[in-house]
């Protein structure tokens, strides 16, 4: 079973500070990953997707790829109430994506 | 509007009652997903479509079925709702490897 697994939180964080989301997968061939942001009541909204080893970086946020460790994290820097929400690490294998169960961050003022 | 739609986005129904969730996108992506949302569980893909007329099984499909006679839409049916059923239901279309998730719908199964 092809696996995407994060720490479930709830993750406090204080406003301003940077928050720091994990994500390991098992399987080797996955190629993209992807985090989603979800409010509660909403639906999973694409805020990062990264393809090769290293960092990408969009705003305040920053993604990183660590294929030989198998490892994907999400920075958000100055931290926001806005941020308040649950992350979702995915990761594309074989025409599907594979969803963690979500890491519920809480930004504290 | 573009993007991807759902109807209705709340449901309440009865056991053993036939329950058919829309989801239409206007997007012409090929690839259509569904997928329930349960406190513990995560998303769960149930089912997915390549393509028109081509579809196949997910992690959970028993108890639902599928057809995609159009690119645009991709209904869900329960064809004997169960009280387990209760649950998110989103619909997902996919441009290259990205998915964009419709606004899903609540289902209540009494």
């Known amino acids: 079973q092809k696996e995407v697994e994060q720490n479930s939180g709830p993750l406090s964080v204080p406003e301003g500070a940077i928050a720091s989301l994990n994500c390991t997968y098992s399987?080797?061939?996955?190629?993209?990953f992807f985090w989603y942001r979800q409010y509660s009541g909403k639906s999973p909204e694409l805020i990062m997707s990264?393809?090769?080893?290293g960092d990408k970086e969009d705003g305040r946020f920053t993604a990183q790829l660590n294929k030989a460790s198998q490892y994907v994290s999400l920075l958000i820097r100055d931290s926001q109430p806005s941020d308040s929400a649950t992350y979702l690490c995915?990761?594309?294998?074989?025409?599907?994506?594979?969803f963690g169960s979500g890491t519920r961050l809480s930004i504290r003022p | 509007d573009a993007g991807i739609t759902q109807s209705p986005r709340y449901k309440i129904t009865e056991t053993g009652r036939q329950v058919t969730l829309m989801c239409h996108q206007t997007?012409?992506?090929?690839?259509m997903f569904w997928y329930r949302q349960d406190l513990g569980h995560g998303l769960r893909l149930i089912y997915y479509?390549?393509?028109?007329?081509?579809?196949d099984k997910g992690e959970v499909p028993d108890g639902y079925v599928v057809s995609r006679s159009k690119t645009e839409n991709f209904p869900l049916t329960l064809e004997s709702a169960t009280r387990s059923q209760t649950s998110v239901y989103f619909c997902?279309?996919?441009?290259?490897?990205?998915?964009?998730f419709g606004p899903g719908t609540r289902l209540t199964v009494l």
């Open positions: 399987d080797r061939g996955s190629q993209s």
């Open positions: 479509s390549a393509a028109a007329d081509i579809t």
């Open positions: 995915a990761g594309y294998s074989a025409s599907k994506i594979i």
């Open positions: 997007w012409s992506h090929s690839y």
């Open positions: 990264i393809y090769s080893n």
């Open positions: 997902a279309s996919q441009s290259g490897n990205e998915q964009f």
